[in-house]
């Protein structure tokens, strides 16, 4: 086995994980756990989206939360923007990353963005052009990369294309998200084996849920396959909409363990992750799905 040095870990917990959340958070909580997250070492924390506020209404009130966060220089805070009217909004903001996101299924792409996925391409394309003007630097998501909650499998060409897309409209990075949570090893590693040949391996990420407790064995797979950036959410925050019974994205605390115990590099403090995730679960009045965050939170109160 031979797994990267070192990786880049990029926490999405303050978007993908809070964006689901029935309990209201106040501004001043969100930005806590930003600046907790960005003090522990993170290089980039996704600090939310510019997205209606109809649909993602714990997410309305980002241009707050972007005005009052202490930016630290070495740290990126992406926000997610689906059209040029959200682009606009970050640039207003003052964000210097952005988000675009589609996805490799058809039905899903329809029902999490209400168009196709050409279409999805289509309010990129202001996006980018904004972009490459303001120099900000724009990542992109690809969702269902194994499976769809409604179009069932998801073939690994299919991911390939997508992301080749991404990366030829000057998207940076491409991260390619098991949204709800499917996939094995052996599929992760067919789907990367796949995209590899449109994409090169260092502008790939990986964003794996956490449904059927696959994560990690799916972090090392595809870690043997060269891939060393991954998205991960504090406390294992987050959960698909669209796929009932879709659990939490894999957490921060699982993920720093593990890379910890195998000795390689990634720079963020394990215990102050921990602390941040115990203070936002208290907050939402829910314990934290990350396994380790559990069994920290457990040993602090014997």
């Known amino acids: 086995m031979k797994y990267p040095g070192r990786v880049r870990l990029v926490e999405v917990g303050p978007r993908d994980g809070l964006q689901n959340e029935a309990r209201p958070l ?10 907790a997250l960005s003090a522990a070492g993170h290089a980039a924390v996704e600090a939310g989206s510019f997205v209606s506020p109809k649909w993602v209404p714990q997410m309305a009130d980002t241009d707050r939360v972007m005005a009052a966060i202490q930016r630290r220089p070495d740290t990126a805070y992406p926000v997610l923007v689906p059209n040029k009217q959200g682009m606009n909004a970050a640039l207003e903001a003052g964000c210097a990353e952005v988000a675009v996101f589609t996805a490799a299924s058809e039905a899903f792409c329809r029902k999490n963005t209400n168009c196709s996925i050409d279409e999805s391409f289509g309010r990129f394309a202001p996006v980018m052009e904004a972009a490459r003007h303001r120099g900000v630097r724009v990542r992109g998501y690809v969702s269902t990369v194994i499976a769809c909650p409604y179009d069932g499998k998801v073939s690994p060409a299919r991911v390939a294309e997508v992301s080749a897309r991404l990366l030829e409209m000057g998207c940076y990075e491409v991260s390619l998200g098991d949204t709800i949570g499917v996939g094995t090893p052996a599929e992760c590693v067919a789907m990367v084996d ?23 064995a799916n972090i090392l797979a595809v870690m043997e396959r ?27 605390e699982d993920v720093v363990y593990m890379l910890d115990g195998l000795g390689i590099a990634h720079g963020v403090d394990l215990e102050k992750v921990a602390a941040a995730g115990r203070e936002i679960c208290t907050a939402l009045g829910r314990a934290p799905a990350s396994k380790v965050a559990q069994a920290l939170s457990a040993k602090l109160a014997a």
């Open 226 to 252: 060269g891939i060393a950036v991954f998205d991960t959410a504090v406390a294992g925050l987050g959960g698909c909409p669209y796929a009932k019974g879709a659990s939490g994205n894999v957490g921060t």
């Open 26 to 35: 106040s501004v001043e909580a969100k930005v806590r756990l930003i600046d």
């Open 194 to 216: 796949a995209v590899v040949e449109r994409v090169p391996r260092d502008k790939l990420a990986a964003h794996f849920h956490d449904t059927y407790g696959q994560s990690l």
